[in-house]
Structures are given as structure tokens and as C-alpha cells.
Nanobody
Framework: QVQLVESGGGLVQAGGSLRLSCTTS????????MAWFRQAPGEEREFVAA????????YYTDSVQGRFTISRDNAKNTLYLQMNSLKPHDTGVYYC???????????????????WGQGTQVTVAS
């Protein structure tokens, strides 16, 4: 059974930092391209960051570029998202996603990912 489990969310003041983790099981982690998406209340799920399986290339949505860093530890089957200089706009439920068939043109699309975690809440207070 495939499982993706996020952790590390919480309440933080604007300007603060959080580190999210996503631990996977039931799949060969190193073969998956991994991504973080987020969803604010009443909004659609949006792409945040991704890291390719083969060469570790990373991509970010413009609003988090320079503040967030995505990384992976294949030995620990774990994906990370270091979030610095947090803003109230960053508030939402953060989901990790995995898929082995992602190509660049589909990287930013939630529907391209077959496997999802349950999400972790991030709240940034102003």
C-alpha cells in the first residue's frame, strides 16, 4: 500500500520558518518525481515546488522563489520543504505528491500526480 505522510505544519508568525517533511512507503522513492502543492480555503490546489527524480532539478512557483527550498533524501524516502520568510498568503494545507511519469509539461498540474498525502496545515499569522 502506497503511503505519503506529511508532517511539520503549524502556526507561525509572518517572517518565521517551517520545515515540512513527507515520508513515503510502498513505492521506490528514488523513481518518483516529488512535489508540494498547497490549498487555501475556497481555492484550488496550486503548485508550490517540485524536484525531479533523475537529476534533482527543482522548480518553484514565482511567489515562493527565493524563500522556499525543496529537497529529497532518497536514503530516507523523505521529501522536504524548507519555508523561510513566511507570509500570510502562504497559509493553507500543504500536500506532497508523487509520480514516476512526470514530464516538464505536466510538472505543475495536480492531476498529473497519482499519489498524495493527507496534507498538513500551515497557518501564517500577520
Amino acid at each position: 500500500q502506497v503511503q505519503l505522510v506529511e508532517s511539520g505544519g503549524g502556526l507561525v508568525q509572518a517572517g518565521g520558518s517551517l520545515r515540512l517533511s513527507c515520508t513515503t512507503s510502498g513505492r521506490t522513492f528514488s523513481r518518483d518525481t516529488m512535489a508540494w502543492f498547497r490549498q487555501a480555503p475556497g481555492e484550488e490546489r496550486e503548485f508550490v515546488a517540485a524536484i525531479f527524480r533523475n537529476d534533482g532539478r527543482t522548480y518553484y512557483t514565482d511567489s515562493v522563489q527565493g524563500r522556499f527550498t525543496i529537497s529529497r533524501d532518497n536514503a530516507k524516502n523523505t521529501l522536504y520543504l524548507q519555508m523561510n520568510s513566511l507570509k500570510p498568503h502562504d497559509t493553507g494545507v500543504y500536500y506532497c505528491a508523487a509520480d514516476s511519469t512526470i514530464i516538464l509539461s505536466s510538472l505543475f498540474q495536480a492531476r498529473a500526480y497519482a499519489y498524495w498525502g493527507q496534507g498538513t496545515q500551515v497557518t501564517v499569522a500577520s
